[in-house]
């Protein structure tokens, strides 16, 4: 039987292989991505809720493919016994955002800021059961100015093949960034003009 543990033990095996934070966890520690994240993160908020039992994240430095494994807990399905899509979807897009991040923090994508989904795209092959140990596998296709193309595959870690998909993580317009924080600046200081005048 396929267990996390099993899994995680295989893939960390492997050459070039180094276990990771969850994606969540990841961004918080990048310099720019800790001034963006709030303690509410999705899937963190399901592993206190037990949910989601586990979810191990593994990155390959030399074939830059990301890796999750996830069991799930209670309370997840849609059609009875059945993983809801939705949730499916967003363990893919978690996925997705763990390349992406160790892509960044590993120096991959340049100077540029944490990306956010743009496009995600889903062909669901198989219904998922409830209390299937999932294998996500995410790589790189192409990495363009502020742009990254991926593609994944949901597996049961053997011969069932239950999604495949692709996205494209967009990061913010650098520039646009320090333009609109200058403008709230600006705005947050007229606003206190009034204030400091009349306490004259």
């Known amino acids: 039987m396929c267990t996390p543990v099993l899994w995680g033990q295989e893939l960390a095996g492997q050459p070039g292989m180094k276990e990771m934070l969850v994606p969540g966890q990841m961004l918080r520690k990048h310099p720019v991505g800790q001034l963006l994240t709030e303690d509410d993160h999705l899937f963190e908020m399901m592993r ?85 140990v999932l294998l996500v596998t995410t790589e790189l296709e192409t990495i363009e100015p502020r742009k990254v193309w991926m593609k994944a595959t949901v597996t049961d870690g053997g011969k069932h093949t239950f999604v495949q998909g692709r996205a494209l993580f967009v990061a913010p317009n650098i520039g646009k960034q320090f333009a609109g924080l200058f403008k709230w600046k600006n705005a947050m200081a007229k606003q206190l003009q009034p204030a400091a005048a009349a306490s004259l």
């Open 48 to 132: 206190r809720s037990d949910q989601v039992k586990e979810f191990r994240c593994f990155y390959n430095t030399q074939t830059r493919k990301f890796y999750s494994v996830v069991m799930l807990g209670k309370d997840v399905c849609g059609y009875p016994s059945t993983v809801h899509g939705g949730l499916t979807a967003a363990i893919v897009d978690e996925t997705f955002g763990g390349l992406y991040t160790a892509l960044l923090t590993t120096g991959n994508l340049g100077a540029t800021l944490p990306g956010l989904t743009a496009r995600l795209e889903l062909d669901y092959k198989k219904k998922i059961s409830a209390g299937t």
